[in-house]
């Protein structure tokens, strides 16, 4: 007859195993959900930074039209038809690191000139594209871009 301590022999390896094991995929999937918090974080600065660069676009644009009616940018950006020119606009670096520099990229289109009363009166849609590639071409896992659109009168 054998006696119970014989027969139980070898559980306590069996269970330091498992316990390793499970211990070892807990850490794993901890460090994968750490990764993820870093990365959104991340994602998220980097789309305020993006919003920013189309804001100073928006804005830019607007003080163009307002302050510089016969300028360059309101003759040859801002024009009627189907296709509208960009003026891409170098931005200071918005970004803590160096090689992620956010550009704005602006089109302008015009309506009118509309008659209100006695007064002609333009109307310019701004559109601002901000991102953190060349051309703004969309590409690659890291890429961010915002677009905002201002209606300017004058």
Same mark, same amino acid.
């Given at each position: 007859m054998r006696r119970p301590l014989q027969r139980a022999r070898g559980f306590a390896l069996i269970l330091a195993l498992f316990l390793i094991v499970s211990l070892a995929a807990v850490g794993a999937y901890m460090?994968?959900?750490s990764n993820v918090q870093v990365e959104t974080g991340v994602m998220d600065e980097q789309g305020a930074l993006a919003y920013q660069?189309?804001?100073? @676009?928006? !804005?830019?644009?607007?003080?163009?039209?307002?302050?510089n009616p016969g300028g360059t940018f309101t003759t040859t950006t801002c024009v009627v038809g189907p296709v509208f020119p960009v003026q891409d606009i170098a931005l200071?670096?918005?970004?803590?690191?160096?090689?992620?520099?956010?550009r704005a990229r602006v089109?302008?289109?015009?309506? @009118?000139? !509309?008659?209100?009363g006695a007064t002609a009166v333009n109307v310019y849609r701004i559109t601002a594209t901000g991102c953190n590639a060349a051309g703004c071409a969309a590409g690659g896992p890291t890429y961010v871009e915002r677009q905002l659109q201002l209606t300017v009168t004058n």
């Open positions: 460090i994968t959900v660069a189309a804001r100073a @676009g928006v !804005e830019w644009g607007a003080h163009q039209i307002l302050q200071p670096n918005l970004s803590v690191v160096p090689a992620n520099l956010f089109q302008c289109q015009v309506f @009118g000139p !509309e008659t209100e």
